[in-house]
């Protein structure tokens, strides 16, 4: 995909002459490489449009930098289409907050009444033969149940699982497993065959607890298709979520649409939650989702394993869909605003990948700074979504001055060192009190810490692009 991409705006760069003519051809080749990625026709004919409407063709003519205008407009276009406008509802400490989890349970026989499907010309939840919405493997939603909860645990919450998904022989044993595993409290039942039942007695329970985050796990597959909707619907009103998460394989591909529109047309689906994006699937059935539910995207799965889960994080997102890799705006952002001399020294501490707390503590300080070094710190994937994000600048500096406030109570071997075994207990309390935090904090902090240096991990041995170098797309 990024090839032909690459290709078509290549031809368009060394065009002598820049008309309605090259353009289309351009946006065509864009658009080709776009569906293969399973992004939604209709969609590609709205960018296609847009884009026409933004490019100023004189201004392409004229510009020094034809590649680049376009990358930008499309990258752009790309991006405003991931964003529906609104946050998602986010759960707060303390506060009980249900969230249910739907999404479809895949299997292959087609000729079940699984084979029927929902459309959007047939919002009566009546039966139609039409293709069937399923076309691959599970979506991951008890697995992605039980990494969400897992992922609001580590931050302090207290979550709770609730096995609602009473149609697949197993369902509950799976839930079981997983929240053991990450000690976490479920409920479900193995007689229990009302779903409805069971939602509402594990969402009582829990309540009961104290829990603040009560996640209900549903069932993806029924007889009918359409029951499968109506149990969706009554699930909903009775336990009445604060968020309804809809769970989305990568590699459905043009499915997502009717998929996720079927959905939202039975609950209210606040959220989406794309999984197995660590496979060979671009993800272009993110942008359908988005579209059907006008919800954003909050996390991706990228593995089965338990913190194999990321806040998402549009523009490297994007990045991949387009097929320049994930690091090629964090490249160019360093050519771009930092100073000619400062860049080899960052460059070298990139390339050896090593990431000591002391590194981080400058590294905030630049953020903090707003300084260039700072500003492209804040396009570091992974670094700037969970760090800092959009609409709680505010916080995100309060935070990171605690943190930075905790390393200051440190010794210089603790932070030169990249053992994270030296992080003892008896240090971690050493800190706290040096630095009159509670011991969570300075665990938060080190737990940031080790998700930063997995990050900056990643750029080691990376063939670091002169300026000039980069091909973006
Ligand atoms: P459900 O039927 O929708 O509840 O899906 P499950 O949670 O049972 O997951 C189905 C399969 O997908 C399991 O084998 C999971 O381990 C796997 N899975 C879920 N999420 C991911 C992911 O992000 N990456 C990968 N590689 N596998 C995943
Ligand atoms: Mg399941």
Request: charged share 25%; aromatic share 6%; with cysteine.
């Amino acid at each position: 995909l990024g090839g032909s991409i690459s290709r078509a705006l290549a031809q368009m760069s060394n065009a002598t002459v820049i008309d309605e003519k090259v353009l289309n051809d351009c946006l065509n080749e864009i658009s080709r490489a776009l569906l293969q990625s399973d992004v939604q026709f209709k969609m590609v004919r709205d960018m296609q449009t847009n884009i026409k409407r933004i490019v100023n063709l004189e201004a392409l003519a004229a510009g020094t930098n034809k590649r680049r205008i376009m990358q930008q407009a499309v990258f752009t276009e790309l991006c405003n289409m991931l964003d529906p406008g609104k946050p998602s509802f986010t759960p707060k400490k303390g506060k009980p907050s249900v969230v249910m989890f739907v999404g479809l349970q895949a299997h292959n026989d087609v000729h079940s009444g699984l084979g029927h499907r929902l459309t959007a010309s047939n919002p009566t939840h009546k039966l139609k033969a039409v293709k069937p919405l399923l076309v691959s493997g599970s979506s991951g939603k008890t697995t992605t149940c039980t990494k969400y909860a897992y992922y609001h645990q580590r931050k302090g919450f207290k979550p709770a699982l609730v096995c609602a998904d009473t149609f697949r022989a197993g369902a509950f044993d799976q839930l079981k497993q997983n929240a053991t595993k990450a000690k976490i409290p479920f409920y479900g039942s193995y007689m229990e065959s009302d779903p409805v039942k069971i939602a509402v007695e594990g969402v009582e329970r829990f309540k009961k607890e104290n829990c603040d985050l009560i996640i209900v796990d549903t069932s993806g597959r029924h007889k009918q298709e359409a029951a499968l909707f109506e149990e969706m619907r009554q699930v909903s009103e009775a336990t009445k979520p604060d968020l309804v998460i809809f769970v989305m394989d990568s590699s459905i591909g043009q499915a997502a649409f009717d998929q996720a529109q079927a959905f939202k047309q039975s609950v209210s689906v606040g959220a989406v939650i794309i999984t197995k994006m660590d496979g060979h699937a671009k993800g272009g059935g993110a942008l359908s989702a988005v579209a059907a539910t006008k919800s954003p995207v909050i996390f991706i799965g990228t593995g089965e394993h338990i913190d194999e889960f990321e806040v998402f994080d549009v523009k490297p997102f994007v990045s991949r869909l387009l097929g320049m890799g994930d690091w090629s705006g964090f490249m160019d952002k360093i050519h771009e605003v930092v100073p000619t001399d400062q860049q080899p020294e960052l460059l070298q501490k990139l390339s050896e990948g090593s990431f000591t707390l002391r590194l981080m503590y400058e590294q905030f300080q630049n953020i903090l700074k707003m300084g260039p070094i700072g500003q492209v710190f804040s396009m570091l994937p992974g670094f700037s979504a969970e760090l800092m994000p959009k609409g709680h600048e505010k916080e995100s500096q309060a935070k990171i001055k605690r943190y930075m406030t905790m390393m200051d109570s440190m010794t210089d071997a603790e932070l030169d060192s990249t053992n994270p075994k030296l992080m003892t207990e008896s240090r971690i309390i050493r800190i706290a009190r040096g630095s009159g935090r509670p011991v969570r904090d300075v665990m938060d902090m080190l737990e940031e810490y080790k998700r930063l240096a997995k990050i900056w991990g990643k750029m080691k041995g990376l063939k670091i692009p002169k300026k000039g170098e980069m091909s973006a797309l």
